[in-house]
C-alpha cells in the first residue's frame, strides 16, 4: 500500500520558536495533502488541505498565519508552526490522497509536538 | 450536518474473545466509509474501506459491514489478540467532496490477558 512518512516523529521545543514538520508520500505523486492535528482522546481535527503548487485551504479558526504549509512538490508538504506557545502542543498527522477512484487518504505516522 | 458516531466510547475485553464496533453516520451524500486502526501516538491505518453496493469486506480477523438504508456500519474483531489494543476510528467520506472525510470519535478497545 501506499506510505506516507512524517518527519520528526515527536519534537520538544521552547515557546516562541517554530517548529517545522515534513510529509513525504514515499511511492506514490500527491496532488493533495492534508494537516490534521489530534488532541488525547479526541479524534482526528482537519487544519488545512494543502494542494501541490498552490496556497493551502486553511479550516474556520485555524490561524494559515501561524501553521504555515508548504507543498512544494508532489510528495512534499510541510507544517511550520511559527511562535510556538504551549498549546500548541498536540500530535500532527498528515495525511496524503491518492487521486481517482475512491480518494482514499494515507496518513502518516503522526508528529508530537511537545511546546515548553 | 455531517456527523459519524461511534459506540461504545471504550470496550475492555479478554484476549482471544470476539468483539463489535459500531458506527452510525449521517454524511450525505455517501461515498465511502472507512474503519481505521489508531495504535497509540501512530497515526490510522486503513482496514477496510467500503463503498455503497458493499455491505460486508474482511481483512483477516476484521470484518466490516456496511447498511447503506440505516446508515450504519459495524466492525467485527474475531480471536482477538493484545496487539488488537487500540483506537477504531470510523471515517465517512461525502460523494464529491474532495477533501472532507467526517470522522468519528473513535472506540478505544483494550484487550487484556
Known amino acids: 500500500g501506499a506510505v506516507v512518512s512524517q518527519h520528526p516523529s515527536w519534537v520538544i521545543c521552547k515557546s516562541g520558536t517554530s517548529v517545522k514538520i515534513e510529509c513525504r508520500s514515499l511511492d506514490f505523486q500527491a496532488t493533495t495533502m492534508f494537516w490534521y492535528r489530534q488532541f488525547p482522546k479526541q479524534s482526528l481535527m482537519l487544519m488545512a488541505t494543502s494542494n501541490e503548487g498552490s496556497k493551502a485551504t486553511y479550516e474556520q479558526g485555524v490561524e494559515k498565519d501561524k501553521f504555515l504549509i508548504n507543498h512544494a512538490s508532489l510528495t512534499l508538504s510541510t507544517l511550520t508552526v511559527t511562535s510556538a506557545h504551549p498549546e500548541d502542543s498536540s500530535f500532527y498527522i498528515c495525511?496524503?490522497?491518492?487521486?481517482?477512484?475512491?480518494?482514499?487518504?494515507?496518513f502518516g505516522p503522526g508528529t508530537r509536538l511537545t511546546v515548553l | 450536518k455531517n456527523q459519524v458516531e461511534q459506540s461504545p466510547q471504550s470496550l475492555i475485553i479478554l484476549e482471544g474473545k470476539n468483539c463489535t464496533l459500531q458506527?452510525?453516520?449521517?454524511?450525505?451524500?455517501?461515498?465511502?466509509l472507512r474503519w481505521y486502526k489508531q495504535d497509540t501516538g501512530r497515526g490510522p491505518v486503513s482496514l477496510t474501506i467500503m463503498t455503497f453496493s458493499e455491505n460486508t469486506k474482511s481483512n483477516g480477523r476484521y470484518t466490516a459491514t456496511l447498511d447503506a438504508d440505516t446508515k450504519q456500519s459495524s466492525l467485527h474483531i474475531t480471536a482477538s489478540q493484545l496487539s488488537d489494543s487500540a483506537s477504531y476510528i470510523c471515517?465517512?467520506?461525502?460523494?464529491?467532496?474532495?477533501?472532507?472525510?467526517?470522522f468519528g470519535s473513535g472506540t478505544q478497545l483494550t484487550v487484556l490477558p
Open positions: 458506527c452510525n453516520y449521517t454524511v450525505s451524500p455517501f461515498s465511502n
Open positions: 495525511s496524503a490522497r491518492v487521486a481517482g477512484g475512491l480518494n482514499e487518504q494515507f
Open positions: 471515517v465517512v467520506s461525502a460523494r464529491g467532496s474532495a477533501r472532507q472525510l467526517t
